[in-house]
């Protein structure tokens, strides 16, 4: 009985690598543009990731006067400041950070149907 190697298998958490805070994912950083259904016809538009360095009221107020849409910056435990805007905006999101020099347009994700 002693000559066997008993292995316990563990549990394998397949999001591990990506919730590493420091896995080195200077390069990796994506500004993420998402879209919430939420009753009938009324959508909301989610924006994170954005570097802590910009203020995202500023963004913020640029966003609601060049679409405009109303909204807010909410503050998650997990995701860390997270910007809300009514509608779907993905599109011109993507768009507005690229021409104002935020982010690149390689590191911006659109997520939806």
Sequence with gaps: MSDLDVQ???????????NADDSGAGAKEYVHVRIQQRNGRKSLTTVQGLKKEF???????DLKKEFCCNGTVVQDPELGQVIQLQGDQRKNVATFLVQAGIVKKEHIKIHGF
């Design 8 to 18: 316990i298998p563990t549990a394998f958490d397949p999001f591990a690598e990506a």
């Design 55 to 61: 203020s995202y009221n500023k963004i913020l107020k």
